[in-house]
């Protein structure tokens, strides 16, 4: 089955996942641009008609960003454009499910002149075989083991995954989880795509600058980023 959620303000379509089964300890995570997030329970999608249903009420000047699944022993992390980052567990402490209709909570504390740019679900029982991949506007990348983000508290500011080449050029595109035997593509402005092995970008830490993974013109920059499965029937 095919999950479409719009973005109830513009009406636009937000995201487009597809669901093999609504498992009853499975959750929808949604996070707007704004940073508000929100638990609700799988099974609470199961009986969609062809009108929808509202799962988000939705602020003034906000907009539905983000959409994965997950369950309650899994965590999330959330990315800026300055490249910090915000670790925390997606269980009811943390984050309690609540039903469609409801609003959610502050995820993180963005600075004024900062901006959400990504969100990932980190499945915490295989999170030593598990790096999490920044790439930047202008192509840098690099993988940093998962053990570098700790856990923190829901709404925090987090801590840095990145220091920027170019502080006023460039910027974080995308942090998403990823395994060495997995592939990525990134997309740019002007439509070019590379596809490469996770396993070739080097690993590094937090404090890193990360290396070349995509060589740009000057007027090009990286726009998507998409981490392939062994078998390409995931796309993140």
């Not at 093999?20 to 009986?47: C, Q, R, W």
């Not at 300055?82 to 995820?107: E, H, M, V």
């Not at 740019?117 to 998962?146: A, H, Q």
Request: glycine share 6%; aromatic share 6%; with cysteine.
């Amino acid at each position: 089955m095919n999950i479409i959620l719009p973005n109830i303000e513009l009406k636009t379509i937000a995201s487009i996942f597809s669901i093999s089964s609504f498992i009853d300890n499975e959750y929808l995570i949604m996070l707007t641009k704004k940073g508000i997030i929100k638990k609700t329970p799988l099974v609470a999608l199961k009986h969609i008609n062809s009108r929808g249903l509202v799962v988000l009420k939705i602020g003034n000047n906000d907009k539905l960003g983000w959409v994965r699944t997950c369950s309650q022993l899994d965590d999330i992390i959330i990315s800026t454009k300055k490249g910090k980052a915000l670790r925390f567990s997606s269980d009811n402490f943390q984050l309690k499910p609540t039903g469609r209709n409801s609003i959610g909570k502050n995820a993180m504390y963005i600075d004024i002149d900062d901006m959400i740019v990504d969100i990932d679900v980190l499945p915490i029982n295989s999170s030593s075989e598990i790096f999490m991949l920044t790439i930047t506007g202008l192509g840098y990348g690099k993988r940093i083991p998962c053990c570098e983000f700790k856990r923190q508290t829901r709404g925090g500011k987090g801590v840095l995954a990145l220091k920027l080449k170019n502080s006023t050029k460039d910027y974080l595109v995308s942090m998403r989880c990823c395994k060495s035997d997995q592939e990525v593509l990134l997309i740019t402005v002007k439509g070019t795509i590379v596809r490469q092995k996770i396993d070739a970008i080097t690993v590094q830490s937090r404090l890193a600058k990360g290396v070349i993974v995509q060589k740009l013109t000057q007027e090009d920059r990286v726009s998507k980023v998409l981490i392939l499965t062994e078998s390409f029937s995931k796309i993140n």
